[in-house]
């Protein structure tokens, strides 16, 4: 995820992920996943501090109570043009690498592995469209400045990230961080590093890939589906219809008589292609199975290949979700992901989409119950009791 309103052009569409199947998840036996980096199997992205026109800190005492709930690792997003000199001073970049140090050394030593990622926002998107080869030479000036610090504390569970949803086609990222992986091994030899197909990183884009040359590597992949659900009332998406959509359920069902009221809604409100939208939804579904499923080709992939992968963001955005329905994606998604062997990361810590209420600053625990997966049966039994009281078999 990207800071808006840098996304959604014309993903949305494919990113709805529909079929015919809405079952639960079946419980199981966990499985053995050996891993050069077990601290992968669950974290969060930690917003705020290096990636927004104003640094927020955390409050250490909620990251280490979230550390002792089992959270193992941290994704901290770096504004990627704040340690390029082409858009910084080298005075604010050299004072940027010593404070993202600072804060990877106090993650440590909470005990949390950190995986560094460098995450571009419009200036860097803009130069990726103008010049391919500037931007390349751009991120790896980043890496030049970050990757000696990454480096020095790779034995602590430290990787960098290459680079947050390339704004370039598979195939032109792909020959691009081959060069800029390359790049980065002169002052980073040790340090495994993240990475990525192109784009926003979806799932089947990654089950299509050959993996990199470099075999100290952990692919990352996003994971939002059905963006109907996951993103619905998120203005920066406008004039996407998912923008204007309230009360979304999940599972969705064929023919779901919520939706045909949130239709009815929006066609009363004077919002007709937003309805027709939801019209054009009205037979398909997407429940738990389809989670399932598309999870289960990121394993398959994976085992096949010999490389580790993380969901390296997931997440629903907060304001116009139900908080039951929620709980269930949530935990429907960290289910899949540990019976397949695959790590998460969740998007984010106390802002849209946040573990964490942005005005308490304190962690949610219904969230908390669907990304552990403490009861992921309690949560999907609060989605079905919603279901019951509107109605719904």
Partial sequence: ???????????????????????????GPSPICPSAHPELARGFALTGWFDGPVSR??????LKALRDRGMAHIRLPVTAESVMTRFTTAAEVEKRRRAVEAAIDTLTGLGYGVVVDLHGAERLDALFHKDPEAAREAVIQAWSVL????????????????LNEPPLPDAAWVAMQAKIVAAMRKTMPKTTLVVSTGGPQRTERLTAATPIADANTVYAVHYYDPMVFTHQGAEWIR?????????????????????AALSAKLRSAGLKAVADYVDGLAARSFGPTDIQREIKAIGDWSRAHGRQVVIGEFGVYRPHASPSHRTAWLA?????????CVGWTHWEYRDGFGLADGKTGKPDEATLVGLTGLAPASATAAGQAADTAAGEP
């Fill in 1 to 27: 995820m990207v800071h808006p309103p840098r996304r959604f052009g014309v993903v949305f569409a494919a990113a709805l992920g529909w079929s015919s199947a809405a079952h639960a998840v079946p419980a």
């Fill in 57 to 62: 800190p955390p409050d250490l005492a909620v």
């Fill in 147 to 162: 990757g000696p610090g990454v480096e020095r504390r790779a034995a602590k569970k430290v990787l960098a990230e290459v």
């Fill in 239 to 259: 004039p996407n219809p998912i923008g204007w959509l309230t009360g979304v359920p999940y599972p969705i069902r064929p023919f779901d008589s919520r939706m």
């Fill in 332 to 340: 429907a998604v960290t289910a899949a992901a540990k019976a397949n």
